[in-house]
Every structure is written in structure tokens, then in C-alpha cells.
């Protein structure tokens, strides 16, 4: 058993909070097609990332211009479309504990706001004081910048803090930010999440020991 103190928890949003692959899936692989793209090759790309940066890599020479209009397209499709969508087992146990006890927590997703809130709803999760979205970044996962921007809106350094994350992409983002990265294997195996500190399937395998002086993650 691992034993991880800690001042504060920043959760990735999809994969790792909420299901919502039914969701992702119908709005890209419709978008592949209206693109003539191969929509598994999509969603091998999307995983993770900010969803302006994969449109401009699928499209290759599209102008700045063609890629905010399929941005736009998506993210209406995406925050409209939440069928199927659901809390991952433990999540809103675990959220709720965080709110009564009173642990900084926040939740920092590659899903732009009007996505993110959504889903948010949709899974019946309780809203989080801090939320992370592309719109506040210059740069997204892998880069450090969003778990930065988490941890600092909380009061703390990323290094006080522990990042749950179920893309590579997210774990490489925690790792360079020096926090504790917890990969979730909600849809990948471990050997997908190499850059994980440890590996858990939801939110239900955590316990937490919240001291007067020291709070502790057990795994």
C-alpha cells in the first residue's frame, strides 16, 4: 500500500471524472466523416489534448481561420450532445468527501468550458471552485501549464499536489509540473500510462486520511 501526503487533488475531467467516450466518439467520428478522415485514426489523436490542437494537426495546411469554424462545430456538437455520459465509479463519493472536508481540490480538463460544464452536469458531479479549460492557457497538456494553472488558483505549487489523469498526454503534463501523477485506467492498460507514479481503475480504490496536520492519499 502506498501512503501519499498531499495539499491538494487536480483531476483530469474525461476518462478519469466522467465516461464520456459515447459522447466524444459520435462528435469527431461524425466530424472525420464530414472531413472524408478515417475516424479511428481521429480518435487515436484526439485523446488528451486541446481540441483546437488536434483539428490544426488532422487538417494539416488548414488556415488559422478553417480550424476555429470545425473548433466551433465541435464544441456545439459536444456540449449538446452529453447522451450517455456518466460519473466514473467513485468519483462524485470521493468529490463530495473532498467538499465536506474541506480539501482543495480542482478539476483541469483539455475540454473547453462550455464542454467541460456539460459533462460536468450531465454526470451529476458538484461543481468544483476551480476549473482549468483551455480558454485560461497558452498551452495545453502534454505542457505543464494547465496543472500549474490548477494547483496556483488553489493556493498551492503543483508540487503539493496529486494529478489523476487517464492519457499520456495528461500524466507527461503532471510529471513536468512535479506533481504526483495517478494514471486511471478507465480505458487504457498500464503499459499505455508509462509516466504514471501509480495506476488505480476509478476513484473507488482511493481512501483518504485527513489529519489536523497532514493529509494522506492511501492506494
Not at 66 to 71: G, Y
Not at 204 to 214: F, K, R, V, W
Request: negative net charge; hydrophobic residues 45%; proline residues 6%.
Amino acid at each position: 500500500m502506498a501512503n501519499i501526503p498531499f495539499k491538494g487533488l487536480l483531476f483530469d475531467l474525461d476518462g478519469t471524472l466522467v465516461d464520456s467516450i459515447p459522447a466524444v466518439t459520435r462528435a469527431w467520428s461524425q466530424w472525420a466523416k464530414i472531413k472524408g478522415l478515417d475516424p479511428e485514426h481521429v480518435m487515436s489523436v484526439i485523446h488528451g489534448r486541446p481540441a483546437m490542437e488536434s483539428i490544426s494537426e488532422l487538417l494539416g495546411d488548414a488556415s488559422k481561420a478553417e480550424v476555429v469554424r470545425e473548433f466551433q462545430w465541435l464544441e456545439d456538437y459536444e456540449s449538446t450532445d452529453t447522451k450517455g455520459t456518466k460519473a466514473l465509479p467513485g468519483s462524485v463519493a470521493l468529490l463530495n468527501v473532498l467538499n465536506e472536508k474541506q480539501v482543495p481540490w480542482a478539476i483541469v480538463t483539455s475540454g473547453t468550458l462550455p464542454v467541460a460544464n456539460a459533462r460536468i452536469k450531465a454526470a451529476g458531479l458538484p461543481l468544483p471552485k476551480v476549473l482549468i479549460t483551455p480558454e485560461k492557457l497558452t498551452n495545453g497538456k502534454p505542457h505543464p501549464e494547465p496543472y500549474l494553472a490548477g494547483a496556483r488558483e488553489l493556493g498551492l505549487t503543483a508540487g503539493q499536489c496529486i494529478c489523476f489523469e487517464d492519457t499520456q498526454a495528461g500524466l507527461l503534463a503532471a510529471k513536468s509540473a512535479k506533481a504526483v501523477a495517478i494514471g486511471i485506467l478507465s480505458h487504457a492498460v498500464k503499459e499505455e500510462l508509462p509516466a504514471a507514479d501509480y495506476h488505480i481503475r476509478s476513484m473507488a480504490e482511493l481512501a483518504l486520511d485527513i489529519g489536523q496536520s497532514q493529509m494522506m492519499l492511501k492506494l
